[in-house]
C-alpha cells in the first residue's frame, strides 16, 4: 500500500541554520512526489515537485529535495531558514497528482 | 489570475443542520479534489471530480457527506446532518491535468456545536 512518512513530528531551528525534513514513502512504481507549505490559517502552497530527471530538485523559497530512490526519500533542505518559513510542512506522494496521499506533517519553528 | 475560492470561510453550526461549502476551481482546471483536515487523521482526500464528473468518491466517509460539481467553474460538498466529529477544516484543489500541480484554497473551517 502507498504511504509517507515524515518522522518528526515537530522541529524547532534557529533563525540562520540549516533545515532538513525527512519523507518516506512506499510506493510501487516510480512515485511523484511532492512538498506543500502550510502557514497557519492558510492552505497549502507548492514548495516543490519531482516527477522525473534530475535527482535534486529546486522549489520556491530557497527550498530543494533529493529524490532517493534507494532510500525511498525525498527530503526537504534550506541551508539558512529564516523566521518567515516557520509553518507546517507536507510531504504527498502520488501516480501521477489526482490520487495524492500525503503525510501528517512537520510543524517548524524558527527562534530569532 | 484568482485561485482557487472557497466560501464560506468559517461556518459555525449546531449539531443536526445541514451545512453547504462551496468551491471555484481555477479556470480552465478540469480536476477538482475535497480534503479534510483534522489533527487526529491528517489531510485526507474526500472525493475528486475530473471534467465534472466524480472519479473517486472512496474518501467520503458515510452518506451524510455528498458532493457535486454541477458545471466547470463549482462544486459543493454538503453535510447533512452535521455532527460534532465532522468539525475540520475542508480544502477544494483544483489541477489543469494528471501531470500538473493541485492548487489549493484557503479552506473552509467548519465547528458543529
Known amino acids: 500500500a502507498q504511504s509517507v512518512t515524515q518522522p518528526d513530528i515537530h522541529i524547532t531551528v534557529s533563525e540562520g541554520a540549516s533545515l532538513e525534513l525527512r519523507c518516506n514513502y512506499s510506493?510501487?512504481?516510480?512515485?511523484?512526489l511532492f512538498w506543500y507549505v502550510q502557514s497557519p490559517g492558510q492552505g497549502l502552497q507548492l514548495l516543490l515537485k519531482y516527477f522525473s530527471g534530475d535527482t535534486l530538485v529546486q522549489g520556491i523559497k530557497g527550498f530543494e529535495a533529493e529524490f532517493k530512490r534507494s532510500q525511498s526519500s525525498f527530503n526537504l533542505r534550506k541551508p539558512s531558514v529564516h523566521w518567515s518559513d516557520a509553518a507546517e510542512y507536507f510531504c504527498a506522494v502520488g501516480p501521477e497528482t489526482d490520487k495524492l496521499i500525503f503525510g501528517t506533517g512537520t510543524r517548524l519553528q524558527v527562534f530569532p | 489570475d484568482a485561485g482557487v475560492i472557497q466560501s464560506p470561510r468559517h461556518e459555525v453550526t449546531e449539531m443536526g443542520q445541514e451545512v453547504t461549502l462551496r468551491c471555484k476551481p481555477i479556470s480552465g482546471h478540469n480536476s477538482l479534489f475535497w480534503y479534510r483536515q483534522t489533527m487526529m487523521r491528517g489531510l485526507e482526500l474526500l472525493i475528486y471530480f475530473n471534467n465534472n464528473v466524480p472519479i473517486d468518491d472512496s474518501g467520503m466517509p458515510e452518506d451524510r457527506f455528498s458532493a457535486k460539481m454541477p458545471n466547470a467553474s463549482f462544486s459543493t460538498l454538503k453535510i447533512q446532518p452535521s455532527e460534532p466529529r465532522d468539525s475540520a477544516v475542508y480544502f477544494c484543489?483544483?489541477?489543469?491535468?494528471?501531470?500538473?500541480?493541485?492548487?489549493f484554497g484557503p479552506g473552509t473551517r467548519l465547528l458543529v456545536l
Open positions: 484543489a483544483s489541477t489543469r491535468d494528471r501531470q500538473e500541480t493541485q492548487y
Open positions: 510506493y510501487g512504481a516510480t512515485p511523484y
